[in-house]
DNA sequence: TCAAAAGTGTTAACCATACACCCATGC
DNA sequence: GCATGGGTGTATGGTTAACACTTTTGA
């Protein structure tokens, strides 16, 4: 039962900062504790990393413990040591971040046993630990990796009509974009392929759907083609 | 003298990526192991974090002991941790990559007790552990840095003239960039300042010396300007 | 006087921006 | 018929890209 080493190790654990994204806003999960310390703070989901385990495993598999999120895009963030970051002992924490399409997993997140919630990424509770920083972090890296990666897909629907692809720009780089030349733009680069319907149940005309045109994307991407904004 | 903990725990270590450049070459800092595994193959600089000593401090710790290097950009890379990377037990590794003026640095590196040396990036030797993985995610990591942040005066020594600068921006990007519209970009950035010297001992017309304006930049990305190649 | 690199401007193509109205639909 | 958002084109200014010759210096 225990292990002994002959120099100190720290503990590893991962942390996860998952973004989802609905209408109104960019939002962030959150779970709250039920131990010390921090007890009934909300903080980031994550975990100990298992002794044979690889990282990005153990980030997977806590979130889907914790949350029930399964199939998820997922990218180490930064790694946080800082001595004194967990009151207990010292522990590292591998940090990674996820975007999640929302719509698809709200429900099972707000239903689980835990206590667990989508947050504003604009207004959110105190958190635990070091995890505002972590969250600081991860949205910076988010608002500029939007703009060079079409990871922005991650976020919506399958299926969406170009305004809600423009409105969720706009949330995350916090500035309006201009209709005309955003649809221009994003269709000059041949990444969204039309889906041939549209919109249901909306109280005025409806839009065409869209969706992210993957192979299309890797096509391109080996020919040199780079997307930007 | 022996720890114990209930769970069993990694050990967690700090690896670099030096890079240093030369009029011909990018060129990276190895060092040749002493110990099993892997004894005498090449590998990057580092070691063990300290209980209670913070990731970017050991790397830097690290780097000044082995290598006798101490003032240099330093950032963090990535953390790579896949169970089996190291044979002996589990090792998380947290890689740091370094830039500095290899001018200065050259002899203290290559004099010291242990086999250090300089490689160019485009010729080296087989690594250590994964260590070849990690040089690549620092290639990469620089190559596309290099293009969007004002890292690249890091590699050269304090005074330069426009065509070292040039020259460094094609090793590392790979690519040749047209002199006149080079000169007209980064001096109409308003970064370098004339320091009023020329090149001596040249065996043809002398080129003016500029140096890195590091209030400018300052000042200017406060004014929301972005660096860009 | 030759070799080697420094230094210098103009033009054309392209791209980003700004901007306003009509259309389709459901209520 | 009205409210709501969908969908569309053009003109201008700025930015990038292509391109070649003269100057300075030391050997």
Redesign the interface.
């Known amino acids: 039962?225990?292990?002994?080493?002959?120099?100190?190790?720290?503990?590893?654990t991962v942390d996860g900062v998952v973004f989802g994204y609905d209408e109104a806003d960019l939002k962030v999960l959150l779970i709250q504790r039920e131990q010390t310390p921090y007890r009934s703070r909300w903080a980031l989901p994550g975990g100990?990393?298992g002794?044979?385990?690889?990282?990005e495993d153990a980030a997977r598999r806590e979130l889907e413990e914790e949350t029930g999120i399964t199939r998820l895009y997922l990218e180490?963030l930064?790694?946080f040591?800082?001595?004194k970051r967990d009151p207990r002992e010292?522990i590292?924490s591998?940090a990674y971040y996820a975007l999640v399409k929302l719509a698809d997993h709200a429900v099972r997140a707000a239903s689980d046993a835990k206590n667990v919630a989508w947050f504003p990424v604009a207004d959110f509770p105190s958190l635990a630990f070091d995890h505002e920083e972590i969250l600081d972090v991860a949205l910076r890296r988010l608002k500029a990796k939007i703009r060079y990666e079409p990871i922005g897909f991650e976020l919506l629907p399958e299926k969406f009509p170009l305004s809600e692809l423009q409105r969720l720009y706009e949330t995350i780089i916090e500035q309006p974009l201009d209709k005309r030349n955003f649809r221009k733009k994003i269709l000059s680069m041949g990444l969204l392929a039309d889906t041939e319907e549209i919109q249901q149940d909306v109280a005025h005309r409806a839009a065409r759907l869209y969706r992210f045109d993957e192979p299309a994307y890797r096509r391109l991407k080996k020919a040199g083609f780079n997307f930007e904004l």
Chains 1, 2 share one sequence.
């Open positions: 039962m225990p292990y002994t080493y002959e120099h100190p190790h720290p503990a590893v100990f990393v002794i044979d385990e690889g990282l180490q930064y790694t040591g800082a001595p010292r590292i591998v």
